[in-house]
């Protein structure tokens, strides 16, 4: 088992810049890939962003390539996901998960945190 818990969520004025935390316990975390995703009210769940389990390799959805960032400190334990540029349809809660390898479906990761709420005003 591995448990998943973010953190840095909150509001921001559009423009603003938010750094996401998601701190893993449990199993060994550096042999998961990990993934960012949202799920704005009424949506569905989409991808955001995915490391490896090196940090070798980056993945992004063409709606935040460019202003987001994620990066992983396996001594820590830790990925996060810097949020720069946001704009209020980046207004979601935003999840992160751990599964085998990366990829951009929910139902592939096998574990999930418990969200992190960003909201971005106008």
């Known amino acids: 088992q591995l448990q998943l818990v973010e953190s840095g969520g909150g509001l921001v004025q559009a423009g603003g810049s938010l750094r996401l935390s998601c701190a893993a316990s449990?199993?060994?975390?550096?042999?998961?890939?990990m993934g960012w995703f949202r799920q704005a009210p009424e949506k569905e769940r989409e991808f955001v962003a995915a490391?490896?389990?090196?940090?070798?390799?980056?993945y992004y959805a063409d709606s935040v390539k460019g202003r987001f960032t994620i990066s992983r400190d396996n001594a820590k334990n830790t990925v996060y996901l810097q949020m720069n540029s946001l704009k209020p349809e980046d207004t979601a809660v935003y999840y992160c998960?751990?599964?085998?390898?990366?990829?951009?479906?929910?139902?592939?990761?096998?574990?999930w945190g418990q969200g992190t709420q960003v909201t971005v005003s106008s």
């Open positions: 998960a751990a599964g085998a390898s990366v990829t951009v479906l929910p139902t592939t990761y096998y574990y």
């Open positions: 490391i490896t389990w090196s940090g070798g390799r980056t």
């Open positions: 449990g199993r060994t975390f550096s042999s998961y890939a």
